[in-house]
């Protein structure tokens, strides 16, 4: 059993595969994918995550890279030159590939589909139950106890299950039995879809994998059939090490998914390492497909003229997010903006990771930014800003009923720290942490297994987020707010 972990807080459809701006507006979040690094869970063979595990990669502080257009190492439309070589790709090792490795490698792939034939389809619905049993966190009936599940399963092994399909369906009531909207199965096809799922623009998801010393190496979890990077010459398995001659090594495969992202059409010079030999290719890749920017913002005169407000609307968290906002929010202070407006109103979220390194920006180094709680200890977490803010000028937040999860996490970081009031609606209440687990017949099961806390140790699930002010205030009156807030907060 492998385990898939999505970094979505926002609707995806269950039915298409997933792309970067995929949202479904019409429906409130169904779901929000995360990464505890649950003990118990380990013992199984793990996929990875996609864009950062919670335990290990949600406290780390990406660079600013860049703060204006003319700097951003993105905007380039002609390959970067990494050698003299005008070829497309070219080895920086030895030119050899491991051929022992590779036939190892074939072995093990043999294995993986001789084990997946034998596989019964008793022992599928055993592997779903041990994933609820040993990580499902029960935040809504609280009527599951282990007691019961396991009167369930015996209930439901005590007659043979005759085929697959009918393993499923035993699945799937399993299930919807614990009461949770967001716990749910995937068919092979639904699974595989997310599994190749991509964020970087060239067709590869990325995995944070421990070499046993303490290190973490970046590997490539999927990829995209017929994708720039397939077609380049990226295979499943091989590490990355270096986007654009920076080394990579220490990074969170959120920060390096965003490095890679850029303009449709520019290029990218991937530095990979396949398998143990050490065999290291320099790819230059041509993006096929970018994120669009979540990002607006205009300069406001306010007062007759006297006071500059800078005004930024975030549509959505996607891998661009946090990067766009710092060039917007650098530009609009060098035009003069002492204030600034945060509009989050019907951000339905999307990339979890990207919220948070959103939220850091404006918190003092130390500051809680989200706290994780769920039934395993390894999955209670506290996320805390490790850097000084991007900028400290007095905030609002604009948020609806429809601002939910990643954007609940920014908005109640900010306001529990005493960086911005909010001002609005109440928001929507989306604070679950689900994973995505593969199962060893290639089908999958989606958990909840955790939730948010606010700093103020506030469960953002169900009750949402009550604003400070319905109607734009004053910006004395703001200033007055945070000032009693920060006191209060000393005291």
Not at 50 to 67: E, K, N, Q, R
Not at 131 to 139: K, P, Q, R, S, Y
Not at 225 to 233: E, Q, V
Not at 374 to 401: C, F, H, S, W, Y
Request: net charge negative; hydrophobic share 35%; with cysteine.
């Amino acid at each position: 059993m492998m385990r898939l972990l999505l970094p979505f807080s926002s609707p995806l459809s269950a039915t298409s595969s997933p792309t970067t701006s995929q949202f479904l507006p019409e429906h409130p979040p169904p779901f929000q994918f995360d990464f505890p690094n649950l003990s118990k869970i380990l013992k199984n063979s793990v996929i990875g995550t996609l864009t950062g595990a919670l335990s290990l990669t949600l406290v780390f502080s990406s660079p600013l890279s860049s703060v204006a257009a003319s700097d951003d190492p993105y905007l380039s439309l002609k390959p970067p030159s990494s050698s003299q070589d005008s070829s497309l790709n070219h080895f920086d090792s030895a030119p050899e590939d491991c051929p022992k490795e590779d036939e190892a490698d074939d072995a093990e792939m043999q294995d993986d589909d001789f084990k997946t034939q034998l596989v019964t389809n008793e022992g599928i619905v055993e592997e779903a139950w041990d994933i609820v049993n040993d990580a499902f966190l029960d935040t809504r009936s609280h009527s599951w106890t282990p007691e019961a599940w396991q009167k369930q399963k015996d209930a439901i092994l005590a007659s043979p299950i005759k085929n697959r399909s009918k393993a499923h369906e035993v699945i799937k009531k399993m299930l919807a039995s614990l009461g949770d909207q967001y716990t749910r199965f995937l068919s092979p096809d639904e699974f595989s879809r997310m599994s190749k799922y991509d964020i970087t623009g060239i067709g590869i998801n990325l995995r944070e994998v421990s070499d046993g010393d303490g290190n973490v190496k970046l590997k490539v979890l999927g990829i995209v059939l017929d994708s720039p990077a397939d077609i380049a010459g990226v295979k499943q398995g091989d590490e990355i090490v270096a986007v654009n001659g920076m080394d990579v090594s220490g990074k969170s495969s959120f920060e390096v998914s965003s490095l890679l992202q850029g303009p449709s059409k520019t290029f990218v010079v991937l530095k990979v390492k396949h398998g143990k030999c050490g065999t290291v290719k320099s790819l230059k890749i041509q993006r096929q497909v970018n994120a669009p920017t979540p990002v607006s913002y205009r300069l406001e005169k306010v007062d007759n003229g006297k006071v500059s407000v800078g005004y930024i609307r975030l549509k959505e968290f996607n891998a661009l997010a946090r990067k766009d906002l710092v060039i917007a929010m650098k530009r609009l202070q060098d035009k003069g903006a002492s204030y600034f407006v945060m509009d989050l109103r019907d951000n339905l979220g999307g990339l979890v990771q990207a919220g948070i390194e959103t939220a850091k920006l404006f918190l003092d180094e130390g500051d809680t930014v989200i706290s994780t709680a769920g039934r395993d200890p390894e999955a209670q977490k506290t996320v805390l800003a490790d850097k000084k803010p991007l900028i400290t000028a007095p905030l609002i937040v604009m948020v609806n009923n429809r601002t939910a999860s990643a954007s609940e996490i920014v908005a109640s970081a900010l306001h529990d720290n005493c960086k911005a009031v909010l001002v609005g609606e109440r928001t929507y209440g989306k604070g679950l942490i689900q994973s995505v687990y593969e199962l060893r017949d290639g089908s999958g099961v989606v958990v909840t297994i955790g939730k948010y806390v606010t700093p103020n140790h506030m469960d953002i699930n169900g009750g949402g987020i009550e604003p400070d002010f319905r109607n734009l205030p004053g910006w004395d009156e703001v200033k007055e707010r945070l000032s009693k807030c920060n006191i209060l907060q000393q005291s």
